[in-house]
């Protein structure tokens, strides 16, 4: 069959649009955003030393130091939920939510909870262990990771208001 061209590959009609990396300043905000969101946990506990000061050792009253107590742990429960949890789960905290950021592995995924618990704990230390190298180093990074995002695989995206 003369003058036919053999069939060539074509590229899809639709292919996915590239993902812009989040910048180191989005990702700083929607830090900042998170510890915001436990100022409301905390407010008992201010509340009861402001009230009591130093008779809070002395007291035998257990309801300053139940309030404080429970206080604390539901701001620990939070902040579990909130930046491990609910981030595995979706790719976003509520602090990434507001700024339109999600956390997300090599397929557009959510990295899971497991991914998560892994990245905010024992990576962020690791990051932050010599002078914060370790989140400096997105500024230089050619996909902007910090290496807690290295350590778990995942990356930082912006992403659309209506992602999770």
Wanted: glycine residues 8%; contains cysteine.
């Amino acid at each position: 069959m003369e003058g036919h061209e053999p069939l060539q590959p074509q590229a899809p009609m639709n292919p996915e649009p590239q993902r812009e990396y989040a910048s180191v300043l989005t990702r700083f905000g929607a830090i900042i955003i998170d510890g915001l969101l436990i100022i409301p946990f905390y407010l008992p506990m201010i509340a009861m030393i402001a009230i009591y000061g130093e008779e809070l050792e002395g007291t035998d009253d257990m309801w300053p130091a139940l309030v404080i107590l429970v206080s604390y742990l539901a701001a620990l429960v939070f902040i579990i939920w909130n930046t491990i949890v609910r981030m595995g789960k979706t790719g976003q905290s509520l602090g990434r939510k507001f700024l339109n950021i999600a956390v997300l592995d090599e397929q557009d995924r959510p990295i899971g909870v497991g991914s998560a618990f892994f990245r905010e704990i024992i990576g962020r230390f690791i990051s932050g262990l010599v002078c914060y190298i370790g989140y400096l180093n997105a500024f230089w990074d050619k996909d902007k990771q910090m290496w807690h995002d290295k350590m778990a695989s995942c990356f930082v995206y912006y992403v659309e208001d209506n992602f999770s």
